[in-house]
């Protein structure tokens, strides 16, 4: 159950990220109970390829704990993450990814490639389909909504 309380708050965030016009995903990074770091998609409005939910995340955990090593803490994120947040997630040495939905077309956590298994120094633990179902939809209904605008 205490997958599914932050996975909820991850989809909080993505509902903002929906509401705002930006692909619908969400992510908390949580340390000791406690959620240190939050992030969205906000590629759109700061016209920016590398504003990730993800990595928004990782940088507000990095400020609040005054380090650039995430250790000890867990990633919640509405969707698999794709090569670039896998990439900063190993760096920031997070020991424990947790996520919703899978993403065929740039998932780097199995669904295209999975670069945790790859020889880097550090490999996270990852568990996939936390609250699926809800991550899958607002993710369907957005591009539904893209679709039937144009």
């Not at 705002?20 to 908390?28: F, L, R, T």
């Not at 990814?97 to 077309?105: L, P, R």
């Amino acid at each position: 159950m205490e997958h599914e309380i932050y996975m909820l708050e991850a989809l909080k965030l993505a509902s903002e990220a929906f509401f705002d016009g930006e692909i619908p995903v969400g992510c908390v990074i949580v340390k000791n109970n406690t959620i240190i770091g939050r992030g969205r998609n906000r590629r759109e409005h700061s016209n920016s390829a590398i504003a990730h939910a993800e990595i928004e995340a990782i940088e507000d955990a990095c400020r609040r704990m005054n380090s650039w090593r995430l250790l000890d803490c867990s990633m919640y994120v509405t969707l698999e993450p794709c090569p670039m947040c896998a990439g900063a997630i190993i760096n920031a040495r997070i020991p424990k990814i947790f996520y919703g939905a899978k993403d065929e077309k740039a998932g780097a956590c199995g669904s295209v490639l999975n670069l945790f298994e790859e020889r880097f120094n550090h490999r996270p633990q990852l568990v996939g389909g936390i609250l699926r179902d809800e991550c899958s939809a607002i993710l369907t209904k957005f591009f539904k909504s893209l679709r039937t605008e144009s």
